[in-house]
């Protein structure tokens, strides 16, 4: 068996290149920053940083909407190849490591905000690179199984059980946005609600109607919040509402007949716990208690994520997979990071990146915007990861449900594997060779 070795990866471009490599099939292996592998051809590739400012790299792709386009572009410009070796002109690993970790940075510079989010530009470096292991013999293979074009994940985060300081905050909300009625009916319902002691937010039993009627079990991520509420700091005050017992009898029993059931429940770290590895042992431990099974998989609230210490944190604490990369109050949606694929940025760890949020609706985004990213999801073979919290299927939110549903039909329609978050890993886990080493 011939091989295929990696010259000059560069120790910090570890999180590039396990990204990248993590969509291969093949074993690898990871010496002294040295990768081979197995192919049908003796080849060297070499990476060069020829210092070309990133941000210029990612102006020109994201010019060019085809993808196909931008991958093309990428080996004529960038490419050159002999007999027995391949010189790539851009470092593609760093540029990755990159992409990824500093994508805030890079973001604030560039002007087409929206266009940037919506192309997942390091997933062109990867397919790029893909082209070149094809070109030395080293085979291609769908991820995804039964030969599906691309995976749908669902879930959902638990913020709030019960609709209490909404009354109000929903009602500013909906004054801010011109939508009159809507202010007024949200206002007015908390005495019918309160008399009748009906809560909107208790919308479990329709969630998991809607997703029996596909036949798909979504990840739900229930949060223990323990950050401080100071009276003089409003931005504390959103934690007030967000303590809810686990082990209340009402919810320890529906989080339990969920994980029954087949859904899966994960953890929804607090505020502050993206950074302590004491808060995230702890309430992975108490959540553990209530389904009486291993919990794997998390997502921080708020989309806290300091990398790449949170994922350390993390899969120290025993998490398995984690969601935490995405764009916070779906501001955009698409691609922080610029990945669609799930990859390991840490040992251990799996990264399964957040695409959508229904909150971006908020933003003027709607179903056209969301279907064109299943679009380009399905033209890369990635993940679309979408997070529909649990209290916008109550009535008060109109017609979000319906547009989960719609994603979820369009989905289908295109052939993709829907799952959550631990059928996911486990499959990519068992069928996607991590690299070895490093
Ligand atoms: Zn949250």
């Not at 007999?83 to 973001?107: G, H, L, V």
């Not at 899966?264 to 770290?269: A, F, P, R």
């Not at 992975?284 to 919990?295: C, R, S």
């Amino acid at each position: 068996m011939s091989r295929v070795i990696l010259e000059n990866v560069k120790r910090e471009s570890i999180i590039g290149i396990r990204y990248m490599l993590s969509t291969h099939p093949q074993n690898y292996s990871l010496k002294n920053n040295i990768v081979e592998i197995r192919s049908r051809q003796q080849k060297t590739i070499k990476f060069q940083n020829n210092n070309m400012p990133i941000e210029k790299i990612i102006e020109r792709i994201i010019k060019i909407k085809n993808h196909k386009k931008q991958v093309e572009w990428i080996l004529e410009n960038f490419v050159k190849s002999d007999r027995n070796s391949i010189s790539i002109e851009i470092d593609i690993p760093e540029m990755a490591t990159k992409i990824i970790t500093n994508y805030d940075k890079i973001f604030q510079k560039i002007d087409k905000k929206e266009e940037m989010a919506e192309t997942p530009v390091a997933d062109v470096l990867a397919a790029a690179f893909r082209e070149i292991l094809l070109e030395c013999g080293v085979p291609e293979k769908n991820p995804w199984p039964s030969e599906k074009r691309f995976a749908l994940c669902l879930t959902h985060d638990v913020d709030e059980l019960k609709k209490t300081y909404q009354y109000l905050t929903r009602t500013i909300h909906y004054i801010k946005q011109r939508k009159l009625r809507r202010a007024v009916r949200n206002f007015i319902s908390a005495v019918p609600d309160k008399l009748l002691d009906k809560n909107p937010y208790w919308t479990f039993d329709q969630i998991e109607e809607i997703e029996k009627q596909y036949n798909v079990r979504s990840t739900f991520f229930f949060l223990k919040e323990t950050a401080k509420v100071r009276p003089f700091a409003p931005e504390t005050w959103k934690h007030y509402g967000r303590r809810y017992n686990w082990n209340e009898p009402k919810i320890k029993e529906k989080i339990q007949q969920l994980n029954r059931n087949g859904w899966e429940i994960g953890l929804h770290g607090s505020y502050e716990s993206y950074k302590s590895l004491k808060l995230l042992s702890t309430e992975k431990k108490e959540l553990e208690q209530v389904t009486q099974n291993k919990v794997v998989g998390i997502r921080q609230h708020n989309l806290n994520l300091l990398i790449p210490d949170t994922w350390e944190l993390q899969r120290d604490a025993g998490f398995v997979y984690d969601m935490s990369l995405g764009f916070k109050g779906g501001r955009y949606i698409g691609f922080r990071g610029g990945v669609c694929f799930p990859f390991y940025p840490v040992k251990g760890l799996l990264e399964i990146p957040t695409t959508i949020m229904d909150i971006s609706i908020n933003q003027g985004y709607r179903l056209r915007d969301f279907e064109k990213i299943l679009e380009t999801v399905s033209y890369f073979g990635g993940v679309c990861n979408i997070l529909w919290h649990h209290t916008v299927f109550s009535e008060e939110y109109h017609s979000w449900d319906r547009i989960y549903e719609k994603i979820i039909e369009k989905a289908i329609e295109m052939d993709a594997w829907i799952c959550n978050g631990r059928d996911l890993t486990k499959w990519w886990n068992e069928n996607r060779t991590r690299v070895t080493g490093g």
